[in-house]
């Protein structure tokens, strides 16, 4: 039948949702998206796509403007015919982020040029390991009161990575202090870091963002809310602890190495002039 569109969130997850499940770890982020979708974190403007073939579900795709057009771990091949629907449909698309290869192959297929990349590489827990020296202070769970300070942190996290600060950022981070997703590292009970993880997904949570602002640096601060943060993922009782990394900071990538965390694939997301 081909690629098909909707910006019905529950057409969409009938048709997607349990392919989409069948690898909850390469598929983290779309499975991510959807229920904050679900939850109305975004407009009537997303897009929502997913092809089948001979009955089956085979790929999915979404978008939430004016972030870049996701992918999730979709098949190579599928690619072009989705870059030609939405040139035929004129939809305005600023980027597109997912795996890596399947990343190149939309931006091949697409007809604005490459602009910007961002790389990143995805890791999952293998063995949790405290973080060494151990810095002092302790985590604490982000309440209500917090909301001004972790919504400036990450605005600042967003504007330091090079990503879209979303308009909805003050609503993303109530609902996940309401979900209790979001913990602070405090010395002497001043806040120093942040970290979030994710309600689990089929068995499956993902750390971030972890944020430590530049004054509060070199410290050993963010190794441990992010070591936090995925001990408190493996006390809600996930099998699986993600989180991403920047690829041209080597620094938070052997932190998270040092606390347990081995690669997976590597992703990209791709802005268009």
């Known amino acids: 039948m081909g690629w098909m569109f909707t910006s019905n969130v529950e057409v969409y997850a009938g048709a997607a949702e349990p392919w989409l499940l069948k690898d909850p770890v390469r598929n983290t982020v779309p499975l991510t998206l959807l229920r904050g979708i679900r939850a109305g974190l975004w407009g009537d403007d997303v897009l929502l ?6 009955g089956e579900t085979v790929a999915a795709a979404s978008q939430t403007p004016p972030h870049p057009l996701l992918l999730a771990d979709i098949p190579t091949e599928t690619v072009r015919e989705l870059a030609t629907r939405l040139i035929e449909s004129e939809r305005v698309v600023p980027g597109v982020s997912g795996p890596l290869a399947q990343v190149e192959a939309f931006a091949g297929a697409w007809w604005r040029p490459e602009a910007e990349r961002r790389s990143e590489r995805l890791y999952r827990l293998d063995a949790l390991v405290p973080p060494r020296p151990f810095p002092e202070g302790a985590a604490r769970t982000a309440v209500t009161d917090d909301l001004d300070q972790v919504v400036r942190w990450s605005n600042d996290f967003q504007s330091e990575a090079g990503g879209v600060v979303p308009a909805e950022l003050r609503a993303l981070v109530a609902s996940r202090i309401s979900r209790e997703e979001l913990l602070l590292w405090e010395v002497d009970g001043r806040p120093v870091a942040f970290a979030g993880v994710s309600s689990p997904i089929a068995g499956m949570s993902r750390v971030g963002p972890v944020y430590t602002p530049p004054e509060f640096r070199r410290k050993g601060y963010g190794a441990a809310v992010a070591h936090a943060v995925t001990a408190k993922a493996l006390a809600g009782g996930v099998t699986e602890v993600l989180l991403f990394t920047d690829l041209s900071n080597p ?12 690669p997976v694939a590597d992703y990209a997301a791709i802005s268009f002039t």
């Open 251 to 262: 620094i938070s990538n052997s932190i998270y190495q040092a606390i347990g965390y081995r």
């Open 49 to 54: 796509a997913w092809l089948e073939r001979d």
